[in-house]
């Protein structure tokens, strides 16, 4: 079975630029979260959707916005981007089932794109 | 506001050596995930416990969610180089009128041959 998949591995741009992130859970999940990771720090939570449409948003400004599309991937997007938006960007994915609590199962992680904002 | 803390931030020790590292929180978690990370790459599943006073065990990993379920530790017995990586955990928190996970800070933990 494949895992959660990751595009592109590596991502440059230049301040002020958009950049785009894809990523595609594993089959039959619904669920997918997007992480931020500065190098040497833990992971903070950006976003949640499923079933198409945003559950949860962390602490992050309205330029980090996402989509998750009928087959389940997601788009991460970063408007305007600045020098500090350089991080690794994880994304997840659960199976959420009736009757589970919403964002409580256990996630599956993919490989995560590198963001480079130069 | 929920804090996951973690414990130590960073370890180093020679390989064959034996070491504890902790997950401490005030919440109470309905179930608490351990990840590794290694540099690059995603973190990967290791266990997920669900019961007070759970042990679950993992060849030289052992895995134990307290009693109250508010903490867990992670025993490494005889550790190996390929042992190295950033160790994660995650809690599970479940309330009326929503609900998340929550990750620790990690421990990076590093096995000297």
């Known amino acids: 079975e494949a895992g959660v998949t990751q595009s592109p591995t590596h991502l440059i741009k230049t301040r002020g630029q958009q950049a785009t992130l894809r990523c595609s859970p594993i089959s039959g999940h619904t669920s997918v979260y997007w992480y931020q990771q500065a190098l040497g720090l833990g992971l903070q939570f950006l976003l949640w959707?499923?079933?198409?449409?945003?559950?949860n948003r962390g602490n992050f400004p309205p330029r980090f916005s996402g989509r998750q599309f009928p087959n389940y991937s997601s788009e991460l997007n970063v408007n305007a981007l600045e020098l500090e938006d350089s991080a690794l960007y994880l994304c997840?994915?659960?199976?959420?089932?009736?009757?589970?609590?919403?964002?409580?199962?256990?996630?599956?992680f993919g490989p995560g794109t590198r963001l480079t904002v130069l | 506001t929920q804090l996951l803390e973690q414990s130590p931030q960073f370890l180093s020790i020679q390989e064959g050596e034996n070491l504890t590292v902790y997950c401490n929180s005030s919440?109470?978690?309905?179930?608490l995930q351990w990840y590794r990370q290694e540099p690059g790459e995603g973190p990967v599943l290791l266990v997920t416990?669900?019961?007070?006073?759970e042990v679950k065990k993992l060849k030289r990993l052992t895995f134990q969610f307290g009693d109250a379920r508010k903490d867990s530790s992670l025993h490494i017995t005889a550790a190996q180089p390929g042992d190295t990586g950033l160790y994660l955990c995650a809690g599970a928190i479940e309330y009326s009128s929503a609900s998340k996970i929550i990750f620790g800070s990690g421990t990076r933990l590093s096995i000297r041959p």
């Open positions: 959707y499923d079933e198409g449409e945003e559950r």
């Open positions: 997840a994915s659960s199976f959420v089932g009736s009757g589970s609590t919403l964002g409580t199962d256990t996630q599956y």
């Open positions: 919440s109470v978690f309905s179930s």
């Open positions: 416990v669900v019961t007070g006073g």
